[in-house]
């Protein structure tokens, strides 16, 4: 079902030109510029795959192409990753069943001849950290190659509705959808920046003095980006709690839900149960409600919501209840979602018989947070530790968020889970540094860097970011814990 009226969001002028797919034979109707996923879920479609060895379904769950749940067969070619892959008029979506050959009878693509494309700063990831740091060094006099993997720019500000906070510098006020226009805008009129989008790094290395990216774009070309430096803004990936059924369709991370309905107009569902009060699940909640989904309940384990207090007041005040010390036991339903089952938890996390309560609800909404995405910078050989505070494992560090290796830089989530704020202000820090690293900026650009640091340091000096500075103290270089 898609979304034709909105509080806030306008999908009308967001959708492109109808157009018709074939779905295990049967037509469908699709609009340019959507994923697959997209256009299957609006279709009601909620099984996308099976699993090799005990045949079971698989869906959507992360909808940035960081997993494999949403694999299909297009035209015939398996392990296509139907939620970052734009539908295309008369195109052939099947089921994948298990692990499936490419056909005989389809041509591999050409790699001999790879485009090369030379700049000074490449940048992997275009989210908030990805753009900041892409319009800073190209400001700062570089010129700047950025990639990402996805069909469109802004990250996780695309399906953000919301408000944020801050300071006006910061976006205070502003929502952020209208924040990734804005950042968006300046990198597309920037003529020292040059934008891919469906293009999937693949590979970091390096070659005397300068640095290379390997990476894929739309599946078909082979493309080389070579520069001085390389700023990775990967961003993160949702995590996964362990109950039963857990792998099946209609169990998805937030972000997925959001790029649902606030990116591409579907309803997610009719009944969600969310799993997690944190910032996240909450927010998520009325975003929810915005699309005309019914939120049954938010669940948390810890003894109290995890979220900033604005959030879970209005919450509560739009009447959806909050369950602290309680967890999911399992998903039940044929072959996708149908019930979900809940208990209370006692002082040693353990399930308490009888307490146990049933909700019919068509999608699970994990909002048990995110881990930074560093397979690239691992395997470039920066070096990795892993900080409980950073919410997994991240690289080491220094104050200009430059790593271990010379000339790669990290920036947002991908150097430790925290909110688009910082990862802005991140990008920046590594933008210029970038810059000046790639030996076309000044020293006068040092002055942004500090005052970006100094807003960092304001903006984490609440007592949410206090767990967040002790990580930072143990992931800068030379100050780790061994």
């Known amino acids: 079902m898609r979304l034709n009226e909105h509080p806030i969001l306008n999908f009308q002028k967001r959708r492109g030109k109808k157009i018709k797919i074939y779905f295990e034979g049967q037509p469908l109707d699709a609009y340019e510029g959507e994923t697959i996923a997209m256009a299957?879920?609006?279709?009601?479609?909620?099984?996308?795959?099976?699993s090799g060895e005990k045949h079971r379904p698989r869906g959507l769950f992360c909808?940035?192409?960081k997993c494999s749940s949403c694999l299909v067969k297009v035209n015939g070619i398996p392990n296509v990753r139907s939620c970052i892959t734009l539908v295309e008029d008369g195109m052939r979506i099947e089921r994948?069943?298990?692990?499936?050959e490419i056909p005989k009878t389809v041509k591999p693509p050409q790699w001999k001849d790879a485009i090369k494309v030379e700049g000074d700063v490449v940048i992997i990831g275009g989210g908030p950290a990805g753009l900041m740091a892409a319009i800073n060094a190209a400001k700062a006099g570089a010129k700047v190659v950025l990639i990402d993997e996805n069909p469109m720019l802004g990250g996780q500000l695309v399906k953000q509705t919301h408000k944020f906070f801050g300071k006006r510098e910061q976006f205070a006020g502003v929502r952020g959808v209208?924040?990734?226009?804005?950042?968006?805008?300046?990198?597309?009129?920037?003529?020292?920046?040059?934008?891919?989008t469906?293009?999937?790094?693949?590979?970091?290395?390096?070659?005397?003095?300068?640095?290379?990216?390997?990476?894929?774009?739309?599946?078909k070309e082979l493309v080389e980006f070579w520069g001085k430096a390389?700023?990775?803004?990967?961003?993160?990936?949702?995590?996964?709690?362990?109950?039963?059924?857990?792998?099946?369709?209609?169990?998805?991370?937030a972000g997925a839900i959001q790029t649902l309905m606030n990116t591409y107009g579907v309803k997610p569902a009719d009944r969600v149960l969310i799993v997690g009060a944190g910032n996240v699940g909450l927010i998520l909640a009325y975003q929810l409600l915005q699309a005309g989904v019914e939120v049954k309940a938010i669940i948390e384990a810890m003894p109290k919501v995890g979220g900033y207090f604005v959030h879970a007041a209005k919450v509560r005040r739009l009447g959806i209840p909050i369950l602290t010390r309680h967890t999911i036991l399992r998903a039940e339903g044929k072959e996708k979602v149908e019930r979900a089952i809940v208990a209370q938890l006692d002082?040693?996390?353990?399930?308490?018989?009888?307490?146990e309560k049933v909700f019919d609800v068509d999608v699970i909404a994990l909002a048990v947070g995110l881990r930074p995405s560093i397979e690239l910078l691992h395997q470039a050989g920066c070096q990795i530790a892993y900080i409980r505070e950073l919410s997994g494992h991240v690289v080491r560090r220094d104050a200009r968020m430059e790593t271990t290796i010379k000339g790669i830089f990290v920036a947002g989530d991908a150097a430790g889970i925290e909110e688009a704020t910082t990862a802005m202000l991140e990008g920046k820090i590594a933008g210029i540094s970038a810059a000046l690293y790639s030996g076309k900026s000044d020293i006068s650009?040092?002055?942004e860097i500090e005052k970006a640091q100094k807003e960092l340091t304001e903006f984490r000096s609440g007592p949410f970011g206090k767990h967040v500075l002790e990580g930072i103290k143990k992931v800068m270089v030379g100050e780790i814990n061994e």
């Open 198 to 219: 469906e293009t999937s790094a693949i590979g970091i290395f390096q070659e005397n003095d300068r640095k290379l990216v390997v990476a894929i774009r739309k599946n």
């Open 96 to 100: 994948q069943q298990g692990k499936e």
């Open 63 to 65: 909808a940035i192409g």
């Open 347 to 355: 002082e040693n996390w353990k399930p308490i018989p009888g307490t």
């Open 445 to 447: 650009w040092l002055k």
């Open 40 to 50: 299957l879920h609006a279709a009601g479609i909620r099984v996308l795959s099976y």
């Open 178 to 196: 209208k924040i990734a226009e804005i950042l968006i805008e300046q990198a597309e009129k920037n003529e020292n920046i040059e934008l891919y």
């Open 230 to 253: 390389i700023v990775v803004a990967t961003g993160a990936m949702e995590k996964m709690i362990p109950f039963e059924n857990n792998d099946f369709p209609g169990i998805y991370g």
